[in-house]
């Protein structure tokens, strides 16, 4: 495993590998890896000759009060692990290799509508760093794939829509969330639960089962649904952000007929912000 931290570097090494033919997948991260993230890259095996994961902390899509400065920073332990699932290069550049300008004073990408409401609500200007972020590394690396996990399911509507909108040559692919042995979602942040929080942490996806259970059963009172997946949360001790139904495609409101549906909720347990999501696909 490589490991580089300019662009030129990596410019290099991606050129030796186009003029060889080679495919290229990538995988990018912001760290602190955990099973979720090496599924990604078990992954982007299949659909490339070489894998390129970055590990890049962006500062641009932490808000005000967020955990930016906190955030685990685990390059060590993470090269270990990058190298056991043998990737062919590591990059993990600056804050100023990214930003050499200053990410306060950026150029930004907007994506419309996939980027409005449900996290956005409580994340102003999030999504408008991940996709400026994500823009940026897909110049940098030019994969021809890109893979992401469905857990930040809003995250990945957001993407498909830029390479969308901006004709990036690049096939995006979603990986299934990966999950403890108790149904919660790998995430990095769940590195912050207590003892306690984390036994009751996996009651998120409980909520998102039983609200899935009932649309497959018939149910199409989405109002009542989505309230009773919050008072579910209340009642473990969370404090819900949002518990809704949307389309899949869209995530637009849920409306009688339409087959393809997902669950996504947000929740705060203690100081830690979980999200998770389920898709249910209806036979009308």
């Given at each position: 495993?490589?490991?580089?931290?300019?662009?030129?570097?990596?410019?290099?090494?991606?050129?030796?590998?186009?003029q060889?033919?080679?495919?290229?997948?990538?995988?990018?991260?912001?760290?602190?890896?955990?099973?979720?993230?090496?599924?990604?890259?078990?992954?982007?095996k299949?659909?490339?000759d070489?894998?390129?994961v970055?590990?890049?902390?962006?500062?641009?899509?932490f808000?005000?009060?967020?955990?930016?400065?906190?955030?685990?920073?685990t390059?060590?332990?993470?090269?270990?692990k990058?190298?056991?699932?043998?990737?062919?290069?590591?990059?993990?550049?600056?804050?100023?290799?990214?930003?050499?300008?200053?990410?306060?004073?950026?150029?930004?990408?907007?994506?419309?509508?996939?980027?409005?409401?449900?996290?956005?609500e409580?994340r102003?200007g999030?999504?408008?760093?991940?996709?400026?972020?994500?823009?940026?590394?897909f110049?940098?690396v030019?994969?021809?794939?890109?893979?992401?996990?469905?857990?930040d399911?809003?995250?990945?509507?957001v993407?498909?829509?830029?390479?969308?909108?901006?004709?990036?040559?690049?096939?995006?692919?979603a990986?299934?969330?990966?999950?403890e042995?108790?149904?919660?979602?790998?995430?990095?942040?769940?590195g912050?639960?207590?003892?306690?929080?984390?036994?009751?942490?996996?009651?998120?996806?409980?909520?998102l089962?039983q609200?899935t259970?009932?649309?497959?059963?018939g149910?199409?009172?989405?109002v009542?649904l989505e309230?009773?997946?919050?008072?579910?949360?209340?009642?473990?001790?969370?404090?819900p952000?949002?518990?809704?139904?949307?389309?899949?495609d869209?995530?637009?409101?849920?409306e009688?007929?339409?087959?393809?549906?997902?669950?996504l909720?947000a929740?705060?347990l203690?100081?830690?912000?979980?999200?998770?999501?389920?898709d249910?696909?209806?036979?009308?």
């Amino acid at each position: 495993m490589q490991t580089v931290n300019s662009i030129v570097e990596l410019r290099r090494q991606i050129k030796a590998w186009r003029q060889h033919g080679q495919r290229i997948a990538f995988v990018p991260t912001m760290g602190n890896l955990h099973a979720g993230h090496l599924a990604l890259v078990e992954q982007a095996k299949q659909h490339a000759d070489r894998v390129v994961v970055s590990i890049f902390v962006n500062p641009m899509q932490f808000g005000p009060g967020e955990d930016f400065d906190s955030y685990p920073r685990t390059l060590a332990a993470d090269s270990v692990k990058l190298e056991q699932v043998a990737i062919d290069l590591l990059f993990a550049p600056s804050v100023e290799e990214v930003y050499p300008h200053g990410h306060g004073v950026a150029s930004q990408i907007e994506v419309p509508e996939a980027s409005e409401g449900l996290c956005a609500e409580s994340r102003p200007g999030h999504f408008s760093g991940v996709a400026t972020v994500v823009a940026k590394l897909f110049n940098m690396v030019q994969p021809d794939c890109a893979l992401f996990g469905e857990k930040d399911y809003q995250q990945l509507q957001v993407i498909r829509r830029m390479v969308a909108d901006l004709c990036f040559p690049i096939e995006i692919v979603a990986v299934p969330t990966k999950r403890e042995a108790d149904g919660l979602a790998m995430s990095s942040r769940n590195g912050y639960l207590s003892v306690v929080e984390r036994e009751i942490a996996p009651r998120l996806h409980q909520a998102l089962q039983q609200v899935t259970q009932g649309l497959k059963q018939g149910r199409r009172d989405y109002v009542a649904l989505e309230q009773e997946g919050a008072e579910f949360l209340v009642a473990a001790g969370f404090v819900p952000e949002y518990f809704t139904i949307r389309q899949a495609d869209t995530l637009q409101a849920a409306e009688p007929g339409m087959p393809e549906l997902i669950v996504l909720a947000a929740a705060k347990l203690g100081k830690t912000r979980l999200i998770d999501n389920l898709d249910c696909s209806l036979v009308e």
